[in-house]
């Protein structure tokens, strides 16, 4: 069992052939997507094309923070949360594009943050050379009750001890696959209830589909990898995240469907 614990199926690069890449994830083993919003409420519109395997989620993404409006922003992610989204985010923060203002990230991040405790919803982060401001508000969520994931985990053993600490999950991606990763310490650390395994599609296709464009299907060979470094087998890997998915996100699934 497989499950997609982050993908932005929503992407125009999936506008042509969306319902055969479905199909192709579903062949794979791969038993659900969560489908990740980052702006835009068509997360929601890819996830009704298959309600039983794929799931959504609301939020602005650190990127687009430049634009972010609280009047109208929350109100717009609430109306999503109750229309069935899984989680708030992607939101975050990346001080490594940059693309918006610091200050105007940090402002979008805790809005959100505060939104993800009011509606009892777990949060997906995006992290990127912003440790310092993600653990700390991290750890203040936590404090609230806040669970969340911070996906695609690239940082250092010390942030994922942080998240860890406080009970939140890390997603590795298939980054892992690749031979500049220098990472494996981290995916060691990851206790088994805490971990969980994504794609980020249709971004960062693993070994050996590096340089074309990724979807859910090519999940497995991140689980291979994975089972390497934990001294697992892919079979039981993909069952732990999948379970690890499934209650995390409250999805409408066992970890023997």
Same mark, same amino acid.
């Given at each position: ?177 690749? !031979? /500049?990763? %220098? $990472?494996?310490? =981290? @995916? ?6 805490? #971990?969980?395994?994504? *794609? ?20 497995? !060979? /991140?689980? %291979? $990898?994975?089972? =390497? @470094? ?6 039981? #890997?993909?069952?732990? *995240? ?16």
């Amino acid at each position: 069992m497989l499950i997609d614990s982050h993908a932005h199926l929503a992407a125009e690069k999936f506008d042509t052939d969306r319902a055969p890449m479905l199909q192709r994830a579903w062949d794979a083993g791969v038993s659900h997507v969560v489908v990740i919003g980052d702006s835009t409420s068509t997360a929601r519109d890819v996830a009704r094309l298959d309600p039983r395997r794929l799931s959504f989620t609301a939020g602005v993404h650190p990127h687009e923070a430049h634009a972010f409006d609280a009047d109208r922003d929350i109100p717009r992610l609430h109306a999503l949360v109750v229309d069935g989204a899984v989680a708030v985010g992607e939101c975050g923060l990346d001080y490594y594009y940059d693309h918006s203002p610091r200050a105007l990230q940090l402002r979008a991040f805790e809005s959100q943050l505060d939104l993800a405790h009011e509606v009892g919803l777990p949060v997906v982060v995006h992290t990127r050379q912003a440790e310092d401001d993600t653990a700390r508000l991290m750890q203040a969520a936590a404090l609230r009750g806040v669970c969340g994931v911070l996906h695609c985990f690239t940082g250092s053993p010390a942030l994922a001890q942080a998240a860890i600490d406080v009970g939140w999950y890390i997603s590795i991606s298939g980054i892992a696959t690749f !031979s /500049t990763w %220098e $990472r494996d310490d =981290v @995916v060691a650390m990851i206790p088994d209830p805490q #971990l969980l395994v994504e *794609t980020d599609a249709p971004y960062l296709a693993p070994v050996p589909h590096r340089g074309k464009r990724n979807e859910s299907a090519f999940l497995r !060979s /991140t689980v %291979e $990898r994975l089972a =390497v @470094v934990r001294a697992t087998t892919p079979e039981r #890997l993909g069952l732990l *995240t999948a379970s690890n998915a499934i209650r995390l996100f409250k999805l409408p699934l066992s970890p023997s469907t």
